[in-house]
Structure formats: structure tokens, C-alpha cells
């Protein structure tokens, strides 16, 4: 016990719970629920991500060497270092502040009952002994014990078990499992790290990873650039100085060329500031990005599982009518009336029936049932009446009516009332019931249902519903939110194997009568025939279906244990934003991967050009400040400023293999100008100054025309942005040439550089045709 105070034990009263006095002292005992960890990166990982890096290490050392041998001219490219670390960490701390601005929206909340007034308060309010009001819909966020009434709970994504478990007064509630039906009071008996969900995610979060093409192309990277480094380092080093005798500061310097060329830093920064900004882009439209690399999948997500209600619908049920089918002992209203008021349930479709029956009492209520996604019907036993069951016409009656089933091919949503005086269990199959009445009820298409969803089919993004409705009202309602193939949909209830439902997975785009699990078998599906699958859910019978899914989604107004475990909330629970979330996510991958095949132009020259100098014992040619203008010019500045560009088309799938192909052939044609330049220099009389600058501009050439193809289709901005940084280069080469360690170009040094970026931009085509061979795609430069 925290501050060596005894704990103090005390009778809590059910209708009364705990005193103002009693909380104050369990938060004094440090007998208090924490909150649950926030969904951003903490300012201290923010820092550490930017600033401690294996590049940024390198450059380190690079700058430590360059500084021991007085080259303080070419440690500039450390500035740039900070420079974006700085952009980095500022862009980052920006969208924290933004996503937890609408975390808080988000943030689960408990109903506890204190000094006898039911209070709604955050779960990290909550203390050791509290009473917790649990009913269908919550997450339960501590452990704790049922006191009072009956609840089914589903243990998922605990124990990975589907079936819901029945918790009766005197059974214990695991923290991290949802209330699937029914209604409680529950005391709090753990609260913190006492949890028993919190030493699960402790150990999970010990092997968690991010999933992330972007995120393990880097890695990649920097592990292959980091195996190459420390060798060719000190072998450039050993050639210079000890073989060529260069020199202490020129072997530095040129190895040090070689090195930093090999190092894609900015591109590091453009992928985390690329994300971070599509992330504070979405809060804007009030769309909680849980995890920043949920915006990546998103861009090749190509299958949307949707539920019906609240999702095409607009989740508010409305009841039409309710008729009579055959008369009992009491009006068909008044039976209604009297289970409304026992009712607990709380889905919309109940809370439209409450409002449309006036509540009455009859009689004592003996037991109650209530409504689950599994049962498909709710029951309230009265003393003398019999048992009132209210639920799916299939699971009331063998045989449904043609005027029932009438009203679900219009869309509509109805529920037979059924009375039987056998026992009706909880576990047990229905008994023979005699069905006195039906309700019709309505969900209004969303307004921007049938435009959202058209957009999804012209992106050739499939749409699979998913619903635990009838099959027959799911696709008439799939088919006035014009969804193609809404002919094709199936009766899930009629299925069992695994083998059947992934069948239907790939046959069939409406699902009636869905199970919970079967919709998790459905996603798994899906993602084994090679889909990227997202999953949109508001409710507890969703939760595996978004834990299985590649992307999940929920809506706002859902359940909390759907919020918690969903990459995306749509706080406005406004179905029509999910195309703005869709773009924004092309364009961060498009944009990344249009820019990082100009990163990767130096990275591979870099890398080639220190071999073949290796092999043949030749200087590198060119020394730092010179990389840190292409570094800055050619690379920085385009990248960062397309990088913001709206970008909606498909992304490529394979982020390194198309990064790779577009950078090679540029790559390649550098080397080849490299061994031209120095094969033909004494052909043409040239001194070492004049070739050495001829090489430096034959590259910012090619870089130039790298640039090039990653801003086509040209537009505005980007005629701008190119215009600007090619005068910029050539500029800085000519003005400021001896910062750069250059010659001024002669006139004969100009018509060579021509003569050289013919044959760049002939080997470039050359390399690029035959790598597009080897690929078996014939590259098109974007129109």
C-alpha cells in the first residue's frame, strides 16, 4: 500500500456507493485505475525517434572526423542534420497535440454510483470498491466482481474464445472483456496494475510490432547502408592516405563524401513528417488516427467491410407501425409497454421501441433475457402472463410471413412478438411460441450512403456488407445505396465449416444473419485470398472482426471496447468522410514513394562510385559540402514541398522494389558518366579542377532529371518547384563555387557537360527499358 497506509476495509452499500470521503481516501491509498495509455508517441520517444538514429549517428561521427581535421566548410550538412530533426520533432508534436485533443472525445467513460447519484466519470477515476453500472455496449476497464444482475460478456480478445459467458452475482469480470448483453452492478476488486488486463498488455507490448512496408524499407536500408559504411570507410580511407598519400584532410574529406552520399536522411524525415501531417489533416475532419502507420495501410486497402447499421444506415431506428397478429390475454400495446419498461437492453433498435410504447406495469417480472447477436431475441417472464420474447422472425417462427417478408425486401427491419407459457431458457433453443404481433422498423439510408460508396467502387475498392440482419433486408438496403452485385448475398446461419464460409468470402458481397466469429472468419478470409482488408464496426460483436482486420475502423458513436481496439475512430460517426481518409492516405504513400526514388539516386551512385574506386584505387570525386547541395537543392526541396501534394491514385504495392526501379536506371547512368568523364578527360585536355567540376554538374544533371520524372504530370506547383530548384543548383554552382571547393566552369567544361547529359539521359532510358524487362512492366512516365 502506497505512503505505509493501512488499507481500510468498509461495507459498500449498492444504492449508496462510496462517500466523497471514501474515493478521496482510496486516492490517498493509490487505490485508483490509471488511464489508459494515449494512443501518441510520448514527447520523450518523439525526441528519441528523431535524434537517435543510426544516421544520425554516422553523420555524428562523419562530422566528429571532418571537425578533427579542420574541414569546418564541409560540415555543413550537419546543420541540415538539425535542421531535420527540428522539422521533424515540431511536425510530430503538432499532430500529438491535435489527435489527443480528440482522443479526448474518445476517452472511455464509467458509470459508478457515489453517495447515491449515478455519476458518469472517466476509468482513470476510478477507485478500489467503486460500483460500476455495466450494461451492453461497455468496456469493462477494471476487474471486478457482478453484485447485482446478470450480464454476458465476451472474452475475445482476452482469451481468444468467442462464445459469450454468462456472469451472474458472485462472479468475477476480467478487465479488457465487453458486456455483450444484460445489465449489472459490479464492485471494482483490482484497479491499476493489479489488473488482469494490464499484465497482458505489459508482456504483449514486450514483442507488439508495427506492421509498416515503409517503416521495414527503411530498416532495410539502414541495415544494408550500414553493413557497407564501416568497411568502405576505412578502406577509401587506408587508399587515400596511405596508398595515394593524400593527405590527413583530403582522405577525410573525400571518404567522408563517399559515406554521407550512401545516407537517404531526409528521407527519414519526410516519411515521419508525411505521416504525422496526414494524421493532424484527418483530426481536422474529426478522424482519431490511433496508430500513424494505419494512414500507410489505408493506401492499399482494396476490400471495405461495412456493417448495415450506422454505417450505410444512419443508425437511427425508427419504428413504422406494430400490428396485431392474433390477440392474447392483454392488448398487444400493453404486453409491450410492461416489456420495455423490464427490458435492459439499450441497442437502437430497442431504444426506438421505448420510444414508440409507452411503458406500463402489469406484473412482477420473474426473469429476464436480454437481447445478444448470438440469440437474435430478448425475453421478460412475468408472474402469471408467460414469457413475452421479442426478436428475428427466423428465430421465432419456422414459417415467415409473406407480408414480413415483404417489408425486409423494402429494406425494412422487423420483429415478431411471441408469447409462451413453457420456460424459456437462456442457453436453451426457443419453445413453441405463439406469435401475436410484428414490428415494422426503419434505419434511413445515410444522405451521402449512395455518393460514398460509388467513389469506393470507380477506385475499384470492393465493398463486402456484413451484417447480422436478414439477408433479404441487408441487400435490399445494399441495393438503394446502389452497392453492385447486391443480388448476390447469403444467409450466414446456414453455414458452419471454415472451408463454406471462405468460399462465400470470394462469391458473395452481402451477409445476412452474421455471426461474431464468423465475421472474423470471414476477414480472415478475405486477407488469405491476398486482399488488404478494412473492417468498419461500432459494436462488441465486431471486436474480433477489427482485431483480425489489416485496417480498423469504428464509429464514433459505437461501443468503447470498439474504439479502443480500432486504428481509426470516425468521432462524428459520419460514414461519408472515409473517402477523405482514403486519400489522405494515397497521398502520403504516393508522395513517398514518387520522392524517395530521388533519395535513393545518391544512396546507390554513392555506394557504386565507392566501389569502382575501391577497385581502383581512384579519390572519390567529389567531398561533402558538395553532397549537402544536392542534399538540400536536388533533394530536400522538391521532396518536401510535393510531398504535401494531393496524390489519389492506386498505391504501388511494394514500396522498396518501386523506389528501386524508378532510382536504378538514374543511378546507373551517373557511374557510367563517372568512368566516361575519367576515361575521355585526357582525350579533351582537361585538368584535374575542370574535371572534377564536369563530374559534379553531370550528376546534379542527373539528379535534375530524376526530379523530373517524380514531378510528372506536371502542374503549377510543380513547375515551379522544379524551375526553381534547377536554377538554384546550376546557381549555387556558379556563384558560389569556391565554398563548393570547385572550379568555375570554362566554356569548354559547358559543351562537354551537354555532350554528358545527352548520354546521361540515353543511358538513363537505356537502363530504365531493361530494368522495366527484368520486371516484366514496361514503365510509362505519368501523363
Known amino acids: 500500500m502506497k505512503n505505509g497506509k493501512e488499507k481500510q476495509d468498509f461495507l459498500v452499500s449498492l444504492e449508496h456507493g462510496l462517500s466523497r470521503e471514501q474515493v478521496k481516501l482510496r486516492y490517498e491509498q493509490g487505490e485508483y485505475n490509471k488511464l489508459p495509455e494515449p494512443s501518441t508517441k510520448s514527447k520523450k520517444d ?20 571532418l571537425a578533427f581535421v579542420g574541414a569546418w566548410s564541409n560540415m555543413a550538412f550537419f546543420l541540415i542534420i538539425a535542421l531535420n530533426a527540428f522539422i521533424g520533432i515540431m511536425q510530430e508534436l503538432r499532430a500529438k497535440k491535435l489527435i489527443e485533443e480528440l482522443s479526448i472525445l474518445s476517452a472511455p467513460q464509467v458509470k459508478v454510483i457515489r453517495d447515491g447519484q449515478l455519476q458518469e466519470i472517466e476509468t482513470g477515476g476510478l477507485v478500489l470498491d467503486d460500483i460500476m453500472v455495466l450494461e451492453s455496449g461497455m468496456q469493462i476497464c477494471a476487474d471486478a466482481m457482478v453484485k447485482k444482475g446478470r450480464i454476458e460478456v465476451n472474452e475475445a480478445l482476452l482469451t481468444g474464445e468467442s462464445d459469450p459467458i454468462l456472469k451472474e452475482t458472485g462472479d468475477i469480470l476480467l478487465s479488457g472483456s465487453s458486456v455483450v448483453s444484460g445489465q449489472c452492478l459490479a464492485g471494482v476488486i483490482h484497479v491499476g496494475d493489479a489488473n488482469y488486463v ?29 553493413y557497407l559504411i564501416p568497411p568502405l570507410g576505412v578502406i577509401l580511407f587506408i ?6 598519400e593524400s593527405g590527413a584532410a583530403l582522405s577525410v574529406t573525400t571518404t567522408a563524401a ?33 496508430e500513424l502507420f494505419a494512414l500507410e495501410t489505408l493506401a492499399h486497402v482494396d476490400i471495405l467491410c461495412l456493417d448495415k447499421t450506422g454505417t450505410i444506415t444512419q443508425g437511427k431506428m425508427q419504428v413504422m407501425y406494430i400490428k396485431e397478429l392474433e390477440k392474447a390475454e392483454q392488448p398487444l400495446m400493453d404486453l409491450l409497454g410492461a416489456f420495455v419498461a423490464a427490458s435492459d437492453d439499450n441497442n437502437a433498435t430497442f431504444q426506438s421501441l421505448k420510444e414508440y410504447v409507452p411503458p406500463c406495469h402489469l406484473e412482477s417480472v420473474i426473469e429476464k433475457i436480454p437481447f445478444s447477436s448470438e440469440r437474435k431475441w430478448s425475453a421478460v417472464t412475468f408472474e402469471t402472463l408467460g414469457t413475452l420474447v421479442v426478436g428475428a422472425p427466423e428465430r421465432m417462427t419456422k414459417e415467415v410471413s409473406g407480408e414480413v417478408k415483404s417489408e425486409m425486401e423494402h429494406g425494412n427491419r422487423v420483429l415478431l412478438v411471441g408469447i409462451t407459457g413453457e420456460t424459456v431458457g437462456i442457453k436453451a433453443p426457443l419453445p413453441r411460441l ?13 444522405e451521402n450512403a449512395v455518393e460514398t460508396l460509388d467513389y469506393f467502387k470507380k477506385e475499384g475498392i470492393k465493398i463486402k456488407v456484413i451484417s447480422g440482419d436478414n439477408p433479404v433486408t441487408v441487400a435490399a438496403v445494399a441495393e438503394k445505396a446502389g452497392i453492385l452485385e447486391t443480388g448476390a448475398y447469403i444467409d450466414m446461419s446456414e453455414l458452419s465449416g471454415e472451408e463454406e464460409i471462405a468460399a462465400a468470402a ?18 480472415q478470409a478475405l486477407k488469405k485470398q491476398g486482399h488488404t482488408v478494412a473492417m468498419t464496426g461500432d459494436g462488441v460483436n465486431d471486436l474480433m472482426a477489427l482485431k483480425e482486420s489489416d485496417l480498423s475502423i469504428a464509429i464514433g458513436d459505437g461501443s468503447d471496447a470498439a474504439r479502443q481496439v480500432s486504428r481509426l475512430v470516425l468521432m462524428n460517426s459520419d460514414f461519408g468522410v472515409l473517402p477523405d481518409v ?47 547541395l544536392i542534399d538540400l537543392a536536388i533533394e530536400g526541396y522538391p521532396s518536401f514541398i510535393m510531398s504535401f501534394q494531393p496524390d489519389n491514385k492506386k498505391a504501388p504495392k511494394h514500396f522498396l522494389k518501386e523506389v528501386l526501379s524508378r532510382a536504378l536506371p538514374n543511378a546507373l547512368a551517373i557511374v557510367m558518366c563517372f568512368l566516361i568523364i575519367r576515361l575521355s578527360a585526357p582525350v579533351f585536355g582537361m585538368t584535374d579542377g575542370q574535371e572534377a567540376v564536369l563530374q559534379y554538374l553531370t550528376v546534379g544533371t542527373v539528379g535534375i532529371a530524376a526530379v523530373f520524372k517524380a514531378c510528372l504530370p506536371f502542374d503549377m506547383v510543380r513547375t515551379f518547384v522544379f524551375g526553381t530548384m534547377t536554377v538554384g543548383y546550376y546557381g549555387a554552382v556558379l556563384i558560389f563555387h569556391k565554398i563548393l571547393k570547385a572550379e568555375l566552369p570554362e566554356l569548354k567544361t559547358w559543351a562537354l557537360w551537354l555532350l554528358m547529359a545527352v548520354i546521361s539521359v540515353f543511358l538513363e532510358r537505356i537502363f530504365a527499358l531493361l530494368i522495366a524487362k527484368r520486371n516484366g512492366t514496361i514503365r510509362q512516365p505519368e501523363r
Open 46 to 65: 518523439i525526441l528519441k525517434d528523431n535524434i537517435c538514429t543510426r544516421f544520425n549517428l554516422y553523420n555524428l561521427l562523419i562530422a566528429l572526423a
Open 582 to 628: 482514403m486519400k489522405e492516405g494515397r497521398r502520403v504513400v504516393n508522395n513517398v514513394t514518387r520522392t524517395a526514388g530521388i533519395f535513393f539516386v545518391k544512396t546507390i551512385y554513392s555506394i557504386l562510385l565507392s566501389i569502382v574506386c575501391v577497385l581502383g584505387n581512384l579519390a572519390f570525386p567529389f567531398v561533402p559540402i558538395q553532397i549537402t
Open 506 to 523: 470470394g462469391t458473395y458481397s452481402i451477409f445476412g444473419r452474421v455471426s461474431p466469429i464468423q465475421k472474423k472468419q470471414l476477414v
Open 434 to 446: 405463439k406469435i401475436i404481433g410484428m414490428i415494422c422498423v426503419t434505419d434511413p439510408i445515410r
Open 258 to 290: 563517399a559515406l554521407l552520399g550512401m545516407l537517404p536522411k531526409g528521407l527519414v524525415l519526410l516519411i515521419s513528417v508525411s505521416l504525422a501531417a496526414g494524421a493532424a489533416a484527418l483530426s481536422k475532419k474529426k478522424v482519431l488516427v490511433q
Open 239 to 244: 587508399q587515400a592516405f596511405f596508398m595515394r
Open 198 to 226: 494490464a499484465g497482458i498488455t505489459k508482456e504483449a507490448g514486450k514483442f507488439k510490432k508495427i506492421h509498416s512496408e515503409l517503416l521495414d524499407s527503411m530498416r532495410r536500408v539502414t541495415r544494408f547502408t550500414g
